[in-house]
């Protein structure tokens, strides 16, 4: 009787052993799963079904984009079937192809040690031989200078929606009052192939890249938020931001995963963690998307008549076919004929006034872009503020006087930078409309997940001190 007492007593001790050792093993599993979800798992995102995450993406932005004339649901139809699919073919052609830029000259604000962590951080400069010959003649010029309406220091300031239908007059190198850039400046330019630079990650981090950002934010673009801010500074924040925000993206889109193996691909993690978890930054990024687009279409009728020469009338002949297809499709006019309204911008006695401070303020920002340390970030930099720095010129360019056509003039790199701009807003509202949700999803349901390591090792052990 004794004997089977004690047989049962080391059953059960062994037994209660077991668990404990079953235990151990669980909560090893449990702490190498919840490891591997903190890591940078890219497998984790590559095998969703994206169909368990539509109903999210109708919720999350839905209605009309702020301060547009479109809603999210519309702009991301038409961006698919529309607009990216011909972005796309016209920045490869050889006009849109080769930007035309100063790369290294002083940063006016402060020393700049240009170092870079990456040899993907350097551009690859065009030789002469490659670049359209038609490139390398003096640009035609449009109107004298004394044609030219000042609008600074009239007392109105009201926005008219038309741009003169006679259009395109001849490239012109008249200064845009919103860019520090001087295309007339040919000392140190240089012609790039934007195909072979692409935008994406350089490893170009740290204080010099922060410095940047803050400069642009706290000198030049007033913080949101503040209810101090009237309605053109608020726009001016949003379209920082949402350049921000698409520069961003490229980098998650085009990331480098393993710098031993030179493995690139999307950083899934870097999306969410820039972008996605702060919803104001996709709303400015569909916003400068639209502000962008309203410009190339007020000023269809010039990008219509321009001439896209290149010294192959065949190619060239292409060009201004997608263009005119991009400018006229019916289903944009039908769906978004009025991406954004500025007709309601610099009202009053004070509009003229306001609109010098803020030029002045998206100036510096343009300047900002000789201070970037990393030459690959520099180019796009430049393309990308010179870009907006026109779509501000085209809708905000008139003299004030309702429904007086005032004439346009554009530099030959102002329209390749505002295309430019535009297919990269088009690609990353792309992105982000297609992998967003999946990702959130995924990212959100980990952070708030109730189950961390240390709790489900306490719940296990409590478990097994009552057996």
């Given at each position: 009787m004794v004997k089977l007492e004690a047989e049962t007593k080391n059953i059960s001790h062994n037994k209660r052993w077991n668990l404990i050792f079953g235990a151990l093993i669980v909560v090893l599993i449990a702490v190498a799963f919840a490891y591997a979800s903190n890591s940078l798992n890219l497998s984790l995102f590559r095998s969703i079904d994206k169909s368990c995450f539509c109903a999210k993406d109708k919720d999350k932005y839905s209605g009309v984009v702020e301060d547009c004339c479109c809603d999210y649901e519309t702009v991301n139809h038409l961006n698919e079937q529309v607009l990216h699919p011909s972005l796309q073919e016209l920045v490869k052609t050889s006009?849109?192809?080769?930007?035309?830029?100063?790369?290294?000259?002083?940063?006016?604000?402060?020393?700049?040690?240009?170092?870079?962590?990456?040899?993907?951080?350097?551009?690859?400069?065009?030789?002469?031989?490659?670049?359209?010959?038609?490139?390398?003649?003096?640009?035609?010029?449009?109107?004298?200078?004394?044609?030219?309406?000042?609008?600074?220091?009239?007392?109105?300031?009201?926005?008219?929606?038309?741009?003169?239908?006679?259009?395109?007059t001849g490239w012109t190198v008249t200064d845009n009052p919103w860019t520090s850039d001087d295309e007339t400046d040919n000392a140190d330019m240089t012609y790039v192939n934007l195909q072979l630079n692409p935008e994406r990650y350089t490893g170009y981090i740290g204080p010099s890249a922060r410095r940047i950002w803050d400069a642009v934010y706290s000198e030049n673009c007033p913080k949101y938020p503040s209810e101090e801010l009237c309605q053109e500074e608020k726009i001016l924040y949003k379209l920082i931001s949402g350049l921000h925000s698409s520069i961003s993206v490229h980098i998650a889109a085009d990331y480098l995963l393993d710098e031993a193996t030179n493995m690139w691909g999307e950083n899934l993690t870097l999306l969410y963690d820039r972008v996605l978890r702060y919803p104001d930054r996709v709303r400015n990024l569909y916003f400068t998307f639209l502000f962008v687009l309203r410009a190339v279409t007020k000023a269809a009728?010039?990008?219509?008549?321009?001439?896209?020469?290149?010294?192959?009338?065949?190619?060239?002949?292409?060009?201004?076919?997608?263009?005119?297809?991009?400018?006229?499709?019916?289903?944009?006019?039908?769906?978004?004929?009025?991406?954004?309204?500025?007709?309601?911008?610099?009202?009053?006695?004070?509009?003229?006034?306001?609109?010098?401070?803020?030029?002045g303020q998206f100036r510096n920002i343009s300047a900002l872009m000789d201070c970037v340390g990393c030459e690959k970030c520099r180019l796009w930099g430049k393309l990308q503020v010179l870009g907006l720095g026109t779509a501000l010129n085209i809708l905000f360019s008139v003299n004030g006087q309702e429904h007086l056509g005032q004439t346009l003039q554009l530099q030959r790199n102002e329209v390749i930078?505002?295309?430019?701009?535009?297919?990269?807003?088009?690609?990353?509202?792309?992105?982000?409309?297609?992998?967003?949700?999946?990702?959130?999803?995924?990212?959100?349901?980990?952070?708030?997940s109730p189950t961390a390591p240390s709790s489900l090792l306490r719940r296990i052990l409590a478990s097994i001190v009552k057996t």
């Open positions: 006009f849109f192809r080769y930007f035309k830029v100063k790369l290294w000259c002083d940063c006016p604000f402060w020393p700049e040690d240009g170092m870079c962590r990456l040899r993907d951080c350097s551009v690859c400069e065009c030789p002469e031989s490659e670049f359209p010959e038609s490139f390398k003649n003096p640009l035609r010029h449009g109107l004298s200078s004394d044609d030219l309406v000042c609008q600074e220091g009239k007392p109105q300031a009201a926005v008219d929606r038309t741009v003169d239908s006679k259009a395109f009728d010039y990008l219509e008549q321009a001439e896209y020469e290149t010294g192959n009338p065949t190619e060239d002949l292409k060009t201004q076919s997608i263009m005119k297809q991009l400018l006229y499709n019916p289903k944009l006019q039908a769906a978004c004929p009025l991406p954004f309204d500025e007709a309601k911008l610099w009202k009053g006695q004070s509009g003229p006034e306001l609109k010098q401070r803020i030029q930078a505002l295309m430019n701009l535009l297919n990269r807003l088009s690609e990353s509202v792309t992105f982000v409309h297609e992998k967003g949700p999946s990702v959130e999803t995924i990212m959100e349901g980990h952070i708030s």
